[in-house]
């Protein structure tokens, strides 16, 4: 089974909403990644959690607050949001060990900021 | 320069066709390389992925890498309708961190 899940499918917020993003994996990944990807254009990283630390923050703005709270679930925590960034959210996973680099995608959040 | 270049198509071909889908890279500490594939507002499919050069094959897919040429290609036989995706090559030194074409569209007509 390779399935991440990715809840809700689509988003409306006002830029004054809070809002959460969620993930779930149960592929015994350790690694788990938010993606930003616009229309026409490719995923951008945006976090990397290994071993559910923060390894990698791409200089994302603090209206984005990533949190893992176990090794299957992931979130993303959004706040004070701008109409520029409407586009699909995107979490992956990958196994540990040498196998690190595939990288499994959920099907993703489509967040509208109004 | 970008690190990855893909030409972004649409590439479009008759169902049948035997397609060729290639991504040129800069970076020789590549070692790791991915073809997904994403239906239009989905998420990227993982369909092929090859560590440093050679061929991989899994039905009617082929991946290949000429690490010498920095040259990647998949190649799709018998292609079908249901083919029509955008591919999306990806590269990786082994660390994480994807670095991803532009994608190209291809559609399939039957």
């Known amino acids: 089974d390779t399935e991440v899940t990715q809840t809700p499918k689509h988003l409306v917020m006002g830029m004054t909403n809070k809002k959460s993003l969620k993930c779930e994996q149960h592929m015994g990944h350790r690694a788990m990644y938010w993606y930003k990807q616009k229309a026409k254009k490719p995923p951008e990283l945006m976090f990397v959690?290994?071993?559910?630390?923060?390894?990698i923050n791409e200089s994302v703005p603090s209206r984005f607050s990533p949190e893992c709270p176990n090794s299957s679930l992931l979130n993303l925590h959004l706040h004070a949001l701008q109409p520029e960034d409407s586009a699909l959210y995107l979490c992956?996973?990958?196994?540990?060990?040498?196998?690190?680099?595939?990288?499994?995608f959920g099907p993703g959040t489509r967040l509208t900021v109004t | 320069q970008k690190e990855v270049e893909q030409d972004p198509g649409p590439l479009s071909v008759p169902e049948g066709a035997i397609v060729s889908l290639n991504c040129t890279y800069s970076?020789?500490?590549?070692?790791?390389f991915m073809w997904y594939r994403q239906y239009s507002r989905k998420g990227p499919e993982l369909l092929m992925y090859t560590y440093s050069s050679g061929n991989k094959e899994d039905g009617r897919f082929t991946a290949q890498v000429d690490k010498s040429s920095k040259y990647i290609s998949l190649f799709i036989r018998d292609s079908q309708p249901s083919d029509s995706a955008t591919y999306l090559c990806?590269?990786?030194?082994?660390?994480?961190?994807?670095?991803f074409g532009t994608g190209t569209r291809l559609l399939v007509s039957p």
């Open positions: 959690y290994s071993y559910e630390k923060l390894s």
């Open positions: 970076n020789s500490a590549f070692q790791y």
């Open positions: 992956a996973s990958s196994p540990p060990g040498p196998n690190s680099y595939e990288q499994y």
């Open positions: 990806a590269m990786s030194t082994g660390f994480q961190k994807l670095v």
